[in-house]
């Protein structure tokens, strides 16, 4: 049950501040906001992987509460279909596809950097 209170703790934080950082105001012709939210989590996922590892020797409470929650709260991943979907609606197909391949690329780029910048703090 305590696993569970971790998760919900975690992934209310997490979805309350992914909602105060969609309202920063961007002028771009892609969802900025959701491409920089989802670089955050996904350093801070990378980042709450390698310091779980090292240093709290894979604590499934701290694991529950950072990674499965507030990291899962937090990312905004699942909106890349809507959104490029939308782009698409709107003829925007080089833009929607830019951002779809570029999506991706930044979250593995960002889960990587947070890895290394944990591996580095160890």
């Known amino acids: ?44 996922m990378g980042f709450f992987a390698g310091f779980i590892c090292n240093k709290c020797n894979g604590d499934e409470r701290l694991t529950n509460l950072l990674q499965v929650g507030f990291c899962g709260g937090f990312s905004t991943l699942a909106l890349i279909g809507p959104e490029t979907l939308s782009m698409f609606g709107e003829g925007r197909i080089i833009v929607g596809s830019v951002y779809a391949v570029g999506t991706v690329i930044v979250a593995v780029a960002a889960a990587a950097l947070g890895q290394f910048v944990a591996n580095r703090l160890a």
Request: proline fraction near 5%.
């Open 1 to 44: 049950m305590l696993n569970v209170i971790m998760v919900a703790i975690g992934g209310a934080s997490g979805a309350v501040l992914r909602y105060f950082m969609s309202m920063i105001p961007f002028k771009a012709s892609f969802p900025a906001a959701t491409l920089l939210i989802n670089f955050c989590a996904c350093f801070l």
